[in-house]
């Protein structure tokens, strides 16, 4: 328990450097709008980051990549997650390319970056609120703690406009965001302290029209490979 104890109390440290470093970086790119920047919530979002050209290119291989979904969290219910998903391959150059402008965007090396994970939802389905830290309580945070620890930030794009549905709700920040294609929105995972930041929670609400498409992408406190 000690060494436990003493791994998330390192975890924490890098969280909060990195914390204040990406942050200071996304309020001086004025690509970058913030949707709510308090004490509370960095959310940010970026039109357009993804071309037509690049999200068309991506649902297609999402396509070729998605299985129903697993839902990490052991405590979660069988329903929590109800799309399909799939990692899209880290070493085709597409992909890399993408990733490279996601690192410069926080301005972190590409190893802190996880796989793009692909995820589409079809009528109905959803991913009920959660928020996207490991919970250290579980089995599986043991090797995770090896490959890189806690996940600092999530960056998501929306490929494509669904008809109906599917907005991401931040239910303790009162904010729901429409999916628009090629849109990124991006959330710190961790207060100032480097701790979960528990106003993250969030849900990819149901698709009533249409199909909705989204790339996911979580960066780790340190190198995860
Ligand atoms: O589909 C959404 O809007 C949310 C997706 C999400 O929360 C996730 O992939 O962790
Ligand atoms: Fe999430």
Redesign the pocket.
Known sequence: MANTSKIDEENRKQLMVMNAATLERLRADDTVQPLVDDDKLQLFGIPEFFSPDECQKLMTMIDAVARPSPVFYATEGREART?YSGDLDAHNPFVRSLHRRMDDLLGVEEEFGETM?G?R?QVGQQ?RA?H?WFDTTQSYWTPEVAAGGQRAW?L?VYLNDVEEG???DFPKANIS?P?QAGTLIMWSNANADGRPNMNTL????PVKKGT?Y?I?RWYRGRRWY
């Open positions: 799309s994970q995820q939802y991913f959660h996207d999530t998501m599917g907005n991401t965001v999916p969030h849900a990819g609400t909705k989204i996911t």
